[in-house]
């Protein structure tokens, strides 16, 4: 302490000539006053302290010290340098309490608004009793239940808020302070609001249940949620969809039954005078690309009536009772407008037979196929209302949807024949500008199996190509490029390896040459080396006619074609350079043996349709299994056998397609023919029925 007050002085000294060389340097340059640092001041404490006491000077003291010693400076110096410039000064200021810039004492344990009190640092409790045993202390005030306290401590002729952290313990702190007559203020925390603390753990439950109770009750009974349309579905008064039924070809069948509908809408007295009901339901079933959709646009664009336009899966929602509040809906909007056309695509969707969930994860799904079933056929019934639904799986649907009363008519819009993809590509040649050389009927005998939508998409891939390559009318070439794509895939780089090329070739020469030389097989439309998709070779065959029945001999034939390519390998390059190219072919000649054999009853195993049972294996012995295998196997080595004598005696033509292959790497299958035709007669195509 001695020490402290001996520091105090000599600043008090120092202030004093501080102030006055300010002064004086103010007067010759004003202006220009230079005040000593924090850092100057501290240096010149500590060396003041070691000229009094060897003992080091602690940092605490130290710093309140320095602090006094600058704001007593700057209070001082202002008056003088306002003077030197001619100014009145202020009053000064009172010197706040400099708050140390060390650890805060925490916001729990801060006096109330009415005792402000500041800070000035913090003591440890041994530093605090010596306070106390050297009458320093003038009133501690207890936070914080007794964890801390604020002593008013007087150092160096200065009081000072000092924070101390206590022990657990504090009855032997109280007792010295009575002992010095120190005041004591023990300051409590504020209680708890008990009621609020129990409603803010309840408020996020009680929101939620009513949340609950409120989308329950605006749905109107319904399952629903405010904000959610009950109904979905487009209503057209005078439906224009830009499609009439002379836009739709191919499907003639279709379109008669759909076209008498709207006869009956136009003209209803013609039907009523002999008897006849208009149907309440016609079902559109086929297989996906057919013309579905584009028959409910004709007729929706033929009728002249309503039309409401609504797809399946749009019924149902998360909240039960939803779908069937819009079938509800939907119907009712119908009947409003009668005679009316409800078209709901893909039924399947909510249409499915019923009871085939488990666990109740279909009730929702059920509860919007009754309503449908009562809105077609119920107890009030919908005249005037004609329900009609397009689907591709109609073996999926709930028997009581499918009976007379609600789906009348069944219409299968079925793969489109030779005459119907012409007529299909007709159609979607209209915009389009073609070379002479392009004939539809030889697109049309190419394209087996393609639908509708496949047929359009053919078209249009063409004319992308016909700009690709800067022509001004697509030509054979685009289309058949086209055909190449869709079904085979994309064009790979062609072979640049002389050995693989030419293994590939005999490969594809094989199976060309048995396709062109057994009667009953599909003749050769082109080979090529040209890759595509994951096939590095391709030969393609084009029925001369639609084939909705099969013969023995051709199912036999196509086995032998498809084993062409493995046997041309073997007798040219010999059994241990036979390649992996064959894979697809002999997964082919088991699928068409086991389909003989198991389905078909076309072996010595009998007239049998042989179910496999999927993942619960064969419904049939051991021994049944056993002669299926053995016949499969002898329908493999037969058309093995039929391919082997082929490529056995016309070797030289095998060699010769090879040859040809390798050096243009796409031959015709006119051109093919006439190189066939140099070593052996080319027998003409049979039916293959």
Not at 398 to 412: E, I, M
Not at 528 to 540: C, D, E, H, M, S
Not at 648 to 670: F, K, M, N, P, W
């Amino acid at each position: 302490m001695a020490a402290a007050s001996y520091v105090g002085e000599k600043a008090q000294e120092g202030k004093d000539d501080i102030v006055a060389a300010a002064f004086t340097s103010e007067r010759r340059q004003p202006r220009q006053a230079k005040l000593c640092t924090s850092e100057l001041v501290a240096t010149k404490l500590v060396g003041l302290a070691g000229e009094a006491s060897p003992a080091p000077l602690p940092q605490h003291v130290l710093r309140s010290v320095t602090t006094q010693v600058l704001v007593a400076l700057m209070a001082s110096a202002a008056p003088l340098v306002a003077s030197a410039d001619g100014e009145v000064p202020a009053p000064p200021a009172p010197a706040p309490m400099v708050q140390q810039q060390q650890q805060q004492a925490p916001a729990a344990v801060q006096p109330p608004a009415q005792q402000e009190q500041r800070v000035s640092g913090r003591v440890t409790y041994s530093r605090l009793l010596e306070f106390i045993g050297e009458d320093a202390v003038k009133k501690v005030d207890f936070y914080d239940q007794g964890r801390s306290a604020v002593a008013a401590v007087s150092v160096g002729g200065r009081e000072q808020q000092l924070v101390c952290d206590l022990p657990g313990a504090t009855s032997g702190l109280i007792d010295r302070l009575q002992a010095k007559n120190v005041q004591i203020d023990v300051h409590t925390p504020e209680k708890p609001n008990e009621f609020a603390k129990v409603l803010g753990d309840i408020a996020f439950p009680l929101l939620v249940i009513a949340g609950l109770l409120f989308f329950r009750g605006a749905g109107g009974g319904a399952g629903g949620m405010p904000g959610m349309p009950q109904n979905k579905a487009k209503i057209v008064m005078q439906p224009d969809t830009g499609v009439k039924f002379s836009d739709v070809a191919g499907i003639d069948e279709a379109k008669e039954e759909l076209t008498e509908v709207v006869d009956f809408l136009r003209a209803p007295e013609r039907f009523v005078k002999v008897g006849a009901k208009i149907p309440k339901g016609v079902l559109l079933t086929g297989p996906p690309g057919t013309g579905k959709t584009l028959m409910a646009k004709a007729l929706a664009g033929e009728s002249g009536v309503p039309f409401i336009q609504a797809s399946a899966a749009e019924f149902i929602e998360m909240f039960v009772g939803v779908g069937a509040s819009r079938v509800r809906d939907i119907f009712k909007q119908a009947k409003e407008k009668a005679p009316c056309i409800v078209f709901i695509d893909e039924i399947d969707a909510i249409g499915r037979q019923r009871g085939a969930g488990m666990g109740g994860g279909n009730d929702e799904r059920e509860q919007t196929l009754n309503q449908i079933l009562t809105e077609m056929d119920g107890f009030e019934g919908n005249t005037g209302v004609i329900v009609v639904a397009a689907t591709n799986r109609a073996d999926v649907l709930d028997s009581a949807l499918l009976r007379p009363g609600r789906f009348d008519r069944r219409v299968t819009v079925g793969l489109p024949d030779v005459r119907g993809r012409e007529q299909i590509l007709a159609v979607h040649t209209k915009n389009k500008k073609l070379a002479d050389d392009v004939t539809l009927a030889d697109v049309a005998r190419r394209t087996a199996g393609m639908s509708g939508a496949d047929l359009e998409n053919l078209m249009n891939e063409s004319a992308i190509l016909t700009a690709r390559r800067s022509k001004t009318a697509t030509t054979m070439d685009e289309i058949n490029d086209a055909t190449d794509r869709i079904i085979a895939g994309l064009e790979g780089r062609a072979l640049s390896d002389n050995a693989s090329k030419r293994l590939i070739a005999y490969h594809e020469a094989g199976h060309a040459l048995v396709g062109t030389l057994l009667p009953y097989h599909d003749p050769v439309n082109k080979v090529t080396l040209v890759p595509r998709g994951n096939a590095k070779g391709l030969t393609w065959f084009t029925p001369s006619e639609d084939q909705s029945l099969m013969s023995a001999n051709s199912l036999k034939a196509r086995i032998a074609g498809a084993l062409g390519g493995r046997v041309a390998e073997r007798v040219v390059f010999g059994e241990s350079q036979v390649t992996t190219g064959a894979g697809g072919d002999l997964q082919q000649v088991e699928r068409i043996a086991r389909a003989m054999v198991t389905q078909l009853g076309m072996s010595d195993v009998g007239c049998m349709a042989l179910d496999d049972g999927g993942m619960m294996g064969p419904n049939y012995s051991e021994e049944v299994s056993a002669k299926v295998d053995e016949a499969i196997r002898q329908l493999s080595d037969d058309g093995y056998m039929v391919a082997l004598d082929i490529m056995t005696d016309y070797r030289a033509c095998l060699d010769r397609l090879a040859d040809e292959l390798v050096e243009t790497e796409t031959i015709s299958g006119d051109r093919l023919r006439e190189l066939v035709a140099e070593y052996a007669p080319v027998p003409p195509k049979l039916a293959a029925v």
